[in-house]
């Protein structure tokens, strides 16, 4: 999975027009990337029972420019961060990028923790990661980010033809405001060509401009966003490597050594038969050293192992950095430019969020904006990206300034218990209780256009309230993966493997055992084909342009090339849908063979209820099957978002 050298790829024109320039070519930019390319270009058809049938393609392609200012060999040598968690694999699931990960990941399911004597101390470190639960990845996904950058890249040139173009530095930016938002041009930015003999500046004019450009972003000061945080006098030590020998008596799991000079030692399995070490270097530490270099680094990972004894093959990587934490006060601006990943959020690596916090914005904004170039939202709905993002980011940097310092084995200044608690613990505790959070899935955002308020006062819980395990299944949350039974075959699939990721919207119906609920689903489904008939009659031979025909029994068989696709869940397994409807059902049907997807959602088997998924795996809105107005209440929410 080797990239072509860059002086493979031409060098762009200039001026050169593109819908979206995206500055910074790691995960988040080429998670952004791939996702505006997907969404934008044609997918292909699997016949199997648990395809999609795709929408015809837009009208062309998103026009993407993609860059980074190093070359990638340089890129690699920055290591960076290394572990998906749940959350962040169901996302890449998806998008169908996770299987790639998976054929090169560690699956760590296993913790150990170890006081400064060597004995193990269990319910301490990174116990969290044995008891994640109500998903398929039970487990840290830990694979370095150079592969990961591979793995994307190879996807991003092999299925549409998207490359990086490297050493390729942002320098600038114009907004043009008599351009109207979304208009081509109304960002100008100016970009270092270092590729050649001699630097070359040439200029990009796109519609929006996506800052993926790390920690160190040019793009947030020259679009004039202003950040909040402090830095510390803390400095942390990252070496990755391959050992020829340990006395670890666990060395394949997520470990902590709880050391009193180092503080708490972070001990992590990589892939190709590494190791990530990690500790605290205090002042006292480094003066030790001329030179903070390998050697020192190796020498200072012998000591804060101990009582362990490691001794190493090879050094891939190791480097020295300061901890801090930053939040910018917009991830977007002007209309047209937005910040994702470390360009708006910086903190430590204490507890593993890095690339996991920058798959959640990549996976918000994506759809998002990919619908608004594709002319089928609103661009209002552009305004929900900072709305959802940013209040979990400053949750992250909170709980980060906590973490960073116990992770050097002291008390954070906001503690308010004994004093002469032992910081190992303290940090075990707090790693246990924001286990949902670690891993991503009690992630909430509040309500928005995206997000309607839930009014059933049992499930009225705020996003902001201290998430429970599993997480509810109500709007502002993750719609959970539960297990279906497909027709005729009876074969089990996944709701998630149901829902993919095409920037598609997913109504999902619930169909209740009661004859009220079977009422209620004919009366949702007259509902939807009237509108489909209507729209159909509106258009000059009953067919408008990209309508599709893919579908068989008649509800779908002419429609506007919305990105919208229904789910009907029957509560029991049976021989045939029709029979027990009295009707095709609405889209796709499958169902909950042991009642178990029913109970997981929260909804009553004889009553039922309706879901409508985002494409992101969100739920957007939960509504009552049986009320009158529940075809209403779907078209409502749809058409705050969608040009309908």
Known sequence: ????????????????????????????????????????????????????????????????????????????????????????MEMLDQLDLAADLLQQCV??????????????????????????SDTRYRFASVLRQKFVEDIFRQRLRAEFGVNVTEQAKFVGLEVDQGIEEGGMGRVTAKIVDSSGSEPREYVVKCRYLIGCDGSRTAVRGAAGIESDGDRTEDKWVRIDGVLTSTTMP????????????????????????????????????????????????????????????????????????????????NFWTKGCIFLAGDACHTHSSGAGQGMNAGMHDAVNLGWKLALVLMGLAKKEVLSTYELERRPNAQRLIKYD?????????????????????????????????????????????????????????????????????????????????????????????WLHQLTRNLATFYIVIFVGKSVQARESFVRLKNMVLSRKATVAASTTNGLLPGANSVHS??????????????????PQTVANAWHELGTDPIGRVYYDGDGSANQRYGVDIDLGAVFILRPDGWIGARLDLNAPDVGNSIEKYLGGLLLR
């Not at 200039?14 to 997918?43: C, H, N």
């Not at 795709?54 to 290591?79: C, N, T, Y």
């Not at 049992?458 to 993750?478: E, T």
């Not at 429609?559 to 229904?566: A, F, H, K, S, T």
């Open 401 to 493: 300034e906590d973490i960073s310092v116990l992770v050097t084995g002291r008390l954070p200044k906001s503690w308010k218990g004994d004093p002469t608690e032992d910081p190992n613990i303290v940090l075990g505790q707090i790693l246990q209780e924001a286990k949902g959070f670690n891993t991503g899935l009690t992630i909430g955002y509040e309500e928005n256009l995206a997000v309607w308020k839930n009014e059933s006062a049992a499930n009225g819980l705020s996003a902001a309230d201290k998430a429970i395990i599993p997480a509810p299944a109500i709007p502002g949350y993750r719609a959970p993966d539960v297990k279906l039974v497909t027709p005729a075959l009876w074969e089990p699939v």
């Open 1 to 88: 999975m080797e990239e072509p050298p860059s002086s493979s790829t031409p060098r762009p024109p200039t001026p050169l027009e593109v819908d979206v320039l995206i500055v910074g070519a790691g995960p988040v930019g080429l998670t952004l990337a791939y996702q505006l390319s997907r969404f934008s270009q044609k997918q292909p058809y699997d016949q199997s029972c648990t395809s999609i049938p795709p929408r015809q393609p837009s009208s062309r392609p998103i026009s993407i420019h993609l860059i980074e200012a190093h070359p990638k060999p340089v890129q690699e040598s920055f290591g960076r961060a290394v572990t998906f968690w749940s959350r962040s």
């Open 250 to 329: 666990k060395p394949r799991c997520y470990g902590a050594i709880e050391s009193p000079i180092y503080g708490n030692v972070l001990w992590i399995p990589l892939d190709h038969g590494a190791t990530r070490i990690g500790f605290a270097l205090n002042e006292d530490r480094r003066k030790r050293y001329p030179e903070l270099n390998t050697e020192a680094f190796v020498n200072e990972a012998k000591l804060a192992v101990a009582p362990f004894e490691i001794e190493y093959e090879k050094v891939d990587w190791a480097s020295v950095y300061t901890v801090g934490q930053r939040v910018a006060r």
């Open 553 to 570: 029994n008649g509800l779908d068989r002419y429609y506007r090339d919305e990105p919208v696709e229904y789910l009907t869940l029957l």
């Open 107 to 132: 699956a760590v399911r296993h913790s150990a923790a170890y006081d400064q004597s060597g004995t193990e101390v269990f319910g301490r470190g990174w116990s969290f990661v044995e008891g994640i």
